[in-house]
Structures are given as structure tokens and as C-alpha cells.
């Protein structure tokens, strides 16, 4: 949403960022995030062309690629690496490097000499981010999304990436985590005894906090994005019809149950998704399915992304009628839609 804001608001100010969204999930089996941010960048610079003289894109690829090359050297594999950025030339370059080994057999990588080349690339890399975004306003902001995702490894290695090849005045790069998954990330790296708010601090210059929602402030939150996933699944997207009538007054049924149960989006994407599946008729049976019945499965898909246990206590039966009683007053108040559980 940020990225769509900063995108709508620059057609009448052109000084504003642009913006580009990664996921670094998608990245994390490439094994080097550089080529990711690379790609990334030069997606921006492709936006701005026109607008700026010189061709940034070639020279920012081409200093990536002389810095990937170098890398990879150290430990072996060149070609695998790099094929991401330019396939031809790492063919090229895998062929210049067999012709070597059959000339001169027994000679060996000059393991210093690799890494100098690969410190003097990875200057030369910088210096092209800075001429292309270097400044005293912001030029480009990069949203990172799903870092707390990936391998141990890779996360952290995203992280000093970001730092030490892309810190450039004028490059904005805004990380969504979770620090607590993060953080076990770093722990299972560096060991249980890290500090992990200062060790991250040398990567954040600035923290924000998203706030849980209030019951209410869930509802709004995540309403709309319900409502369309499920215009999506069971009327456009498949063409699946429903048992179950999704109306207006149904569907904020549906997300009252969402919002009891705290559902984030992806769990509720996935709840949606099983509701589909067990909902699914023939069209002659389109919406004749009962609430009292339509609520209960509402609800065990709910359960089984939210609160597997009780899901399946439900499911075996271990679950008496008292202790199902208890649990639905606790979640949804003692005053609040006991018909549907059969209490009125």
C-alpha cells in the first residue's frame, strides 16, 4: 500500500522516491541476495529512464556481476552463481576458465588476489549505486518483506548485504519483520547469548512497532480484504459455487467469527480456502444450506488454522458439550450469538 501511495503521488511530484517491493523469501534458494537487490534496483532505474542521463542500469549490472564473480570464486561454482544476472557471460566466463585450467593445469587460485578483486568490485559497485542514487533526497526506497522467513543464513546474510554494499545516502531500504523470528535467526548463527537489539541495531536506523488491532480496528482492518477473497474464490476466481449464501449480513457473520478467533490475513486467506472446499455444490444447491449448520463449518475452519487443539478435540469428540459451551462464551461473550452455538 505504501509502494501504491508513493507511485499514485509521484505523477504530480516527480521528487518522490521511487519504490520497489521484494519479497526475500522468493530469493532465499539463489543463496546471494545481492543478485535480488541488484535486480530490484535496476527495475527502479528502468522507471526513471528518460527522466535521467546515462544508462545506470548497464553500469550498476556490470559492476554486480564483477563483484558476483569474485565472490563465488573464493569457495568455487562461479557459473551456478551468477547465471541469474547474465547467462551468456557467465558461459563466457565458465569457457574462459576451463581454457586456463587445460594451459596451466597446475596452477592454483591466488586466494588473495580473488579477494582483493572482489573488495575492489564490490567499491566500484558502490560507487555506481552512488552516482545513480546518491543525494541529498530520497531517491529510491526498497520494501523488504518476508525476511524473517527465510534460512538463518540467508537472513542474516540480507541483512549485512544491505549494509555494508547498499548503504548509500539517498537509498531507503524499509524492513517488515518479525524480530522474534529474526532473532532466533541471528541466535542460531551467532549463538543463544547475542544481543539481539544491538546487533540489529546496526542495521535499523529507525523502528516502528505495528500496534494488535482493537476487536473493532480488526474487523476494519481485515474486512475488505475477506470480502474479496471470497468474491474471488467462490464466485469469479474458480467459479465455484457455495452452499452456503455469502450476502452482506453473512459475510459480517463470517468475519465476526474471524475477528473472535484474532485471524491474521493469511490465516484467514487459508480458512476461506478450506471453506471453499467444503462448501462446494452443484449450482441447483447454491445458497440453501442452513446457518445453523453453515456457521459450524465457518467456525472448525477457522479452528483449524487458529487453534488446531481445539480443532481437534472437536473433530475426535474429546471435547464434552460443557467444555464447548465454556470455550464459545469465552471467545464470543456470554451475551453475543449463543443461537448459533444452540444456547437460545
Known amino acids: 500500500m505504501w509502494k501504491n501511495d508513493l507511485e499514485a503521488r509521484a505523477q504530480h511530484d516527480p521528487l518522490l522516491p521511487n519504490a520497489v517491493v521484494l519479497n526475500a523469501w522468493e530469493s532465499d534458494y539463489s543463496g546471494d541476495p545481492l543478485l535480488a537487490l541488484i535486480s530490484a534496483l535496476t527495475e527502479i532505474v528502468e522507471k526513471r529512464k528518460g527522466k535521467e542521463p546515462g544508462d545506470s542500469a548497464s553500469q550498476i549490472r556490470e559492476a554486480a556481476k564483477d563483484a558476483a564473480w569474485f565472490g563465488v570464486a573464493l569457495v568455487g561454482g562461479v557459473v551456478s552463481h551468477v547465471t541469474g544476472i547474465d547467462a551468456t557471460a557467465a558461459g563466457e566466463f565458465a569457457e574462459d576458465k576451463k581454457k586456463a585450467r587445460k594451459e596451466k593445469a597446475e596452477k592454483q587460485i591466488d586466494l588473495l588476489a580473488a579477494f582483493e578483486h572482489r573488495r575492489d568490485s564490490l567499491r566500484r559497485l558502490k560507487a555506481a549505486l552512488t552516482e545513480c542514487f546518491g543525494g541529498q533526497r530520497p531517491r529510491a526506497i526498497v520494501f523488504v518483506d518476508e525476511l524473517d522467513r527465510c534460512r538463518p543464513d540467508y537472513a542474516i546474510q540480507y541483512l549485512e548485504t544491505i549494509k555494508h554494499v547498499f548503504d548509500v545516502h539517498g537509498l531507503i531500504f524499509v ?33 516502528v512497532d505495528l500496534p494488535r488491532g482493537t476487536e473493532n480496528g480488526q474487523r476494519m482492518l481485515i474486512g475488505d480484504f475477506v470480502k474479496n477473497i471470497f468474491e474471488a474464490t467462490h464466485e469469479n476466481g474458480f467459479k465455484r459455487t ?62 483449524a488454522v487458529a487453534q488446531p487443539k481445539i480443532y481437534h478435540q472437536i473433530g475426535t469428540g474429546s471435547c464434552t458439550l460443557a467444555q464447548l459451551g465454556a470455550w464459545v462464551k469465552q471467545f464470543f461473550g456470554s451475551g453475543r450469538h449463543l443461537d448459533w452455538w444452540g444456547y437460545a
Not at 541471528?186 to 529507525?206: C, I, M, P, T
Not at 449450482?283 to 475452519?301: F, S
Open 175 to 207: 524492513l517488515a519483520v518479525d524480530k522474534n523470528s529474526l532473532a532466533s535467526s541471528a541466535k542460531a548463527l551467532y549463538g543463544a547469548d547475542l544481543n539481539f537489539n544491538e546487533y540489529y541495531r546496526k542495521f535499523s536506523h529507525r523502528n
Open 242 to 303: 457455495s452452499s452456503l449464501e455469502y450476502d452482506g449480513s453473512r459475510l459480517d457473520n463470517i468475519l465476526e467469527i474471524f475477528s473472535a478467533l484474532e485471524l491474521t490475513p493469511r490465516q484467514a486467506h487459508e480458512a476461506v480456502r478450506l471453506m471453499g472446499h467444503c462448501l462446494a455444490c452443484p449450482e441447483n444447491q447454491k445458497g440453501r444450506l442452513l446457518w445453523g449448520y453453515g456457521v459450524g463449518v465457518c467456525l472448525m475452519a477457522a479452528l
